[in-house]
């Protein structure tokens, strides 16, 4: 079974910055694409980064340059490097993973349950 788990959310001011962090657990294989997505209250959920097992990242418009997105394979873990926060990154962060649990299988998609990231002063 596998277990990916957020930290790191957090109230922090307008201009702040913070550090998310999702670590996977259990039965891995392999880890392939890892992503962060956030949910503010009452809109869609929406992408905000992805990394994939190469090293290659993509942004949304909205963070780029601001956002930073990472992983270590040693850890099985993908961080979320967040500055020049904005009140309107205010939201539920989660990630998600695209992994297999032994050779030769498909991959499937995991979901942490999320954290919460407050931007206010």
């Known amino acids: 079974q596998v277990q990916l788990v957020e930290s790191g959310g957090g109230l922090v001011p307008p201009g702040g910055s913070l550090r998310l962090s999702c670590a996977a657990s259990?039965?891995?294989?392999?880890?392939?694409?890892m992503r962060w997505y956030r949910q503010a209250t009452g809109k869609v959920r929406e992408l905000v980064a992805v990394?994939?097992?190469?090293?290659?990242?993509r942004y949304a418009d909205s963070v780029k340059g601001r956002f930073t997105i990472s992983r270590d394979n040693t850890k099985n873990t993908v961080y979320l490097q967040m500055s020049s926060l904005k009140p309107e990154d205010t939201a539920v962060y989660y990630c998600?993973?695209?992994?297999?649990?032994?050779?030769?299988?498909?991959?499937?998609?995991?979901w942490g349950k999320g954290s919460l990231v407050t931007v206010s002063s």
């Open positions: 990394v994939t097992s190469g090293g290659s990242t």
């Open positions: 259990g039965t891995i294989f392999s880890i392939n694409a």
């Open positions: 998600d993973a695209d992994i297999a649990v032994r050779a030769y299988s498909y991959d499937m998609d995991y």
